[in-house]
């Protein structure tokens, strides 16, 4: 337990060690290529994995925050490495930002499919209503709060927009 209180500080420390010092780095006059590509690495690639291993893994929080602190950092290290210097930034993120796109893409796609089966396993029987089994696949995943009930409603409003017209309402008190 008490590791996992200093996590967020050691997190945080080692976050800004690697930014204040390239920032200061790379702020010199003449520094070696060398160094400008060692540092680039180290914006792009060791944040997020700290973050990943320090915040993420531990918390068992979703896996897609990793893809959404890989962002915040590329922005961060975007604004650090002064335009002098951005030739390896840019190379890297030629190769890099079509990966990353992909491996979204296919994340996406995978964890759609995922649901589509358990859609199929929860109303196998079709005993409940969209609405109720699309809670029911979604509550693991979002958890019993705002997050899912905002995410319910928007799914509601689209549903009754374009399929509630042609469902029959059967009113007990008629």
Not at 31 to 43: D, E, G, K, N, R
Not at 90 to 112: A, E, F, G, R, T
Request: glycine share 4%.
């Amino acid at each position: 337990m008490k590791t996992d209180r200093l996590q967020l500080p050691i997190l945080l420390m080692i976050l800004s060690l690697v930014m204040i010092g390239s920032s200061i780095i790379f702020r010199l006059s003449n520094i070696h290529s060398l160094v400008a590509l060692s540092l680039t690495i180290a914006l792009i690639i060791l944040c997020p994995l700290s973050i990943f291993f320090f915040l993420i893994l531990p918390r068992s929080l979703p896996k897609i925050l990793l893809y959404v602190s890989f962002i915040v950092c590329l922005g961060l290290s975007y604004w650090i490495i002064p335009s002098a210097q951005k030739h390896f930034f840019n190379q890297i993120l030629d190769w890099l930002l079509p990966v990353v796109q992909m491996s979204v893409v296919i994340y996406v796609v995978y964890s759609i499919a995922k649901g589509i089966i358990r859609y199929k396993k929860i109303n196998a029987d079709g005993s409940y209503t969209f609405l109720e089994t699309t809670r029911m696949l979604l509550e693991p995943k979002l958890g019993k709060g705002f997050f899912l009930e905002a995410v319910m409603t928007e799914i509601s409003v689209f549903y009754y927009a374009v399929w509630g017209w042609f469902e029959n309402i059967n009113y007990e008190g008629k």
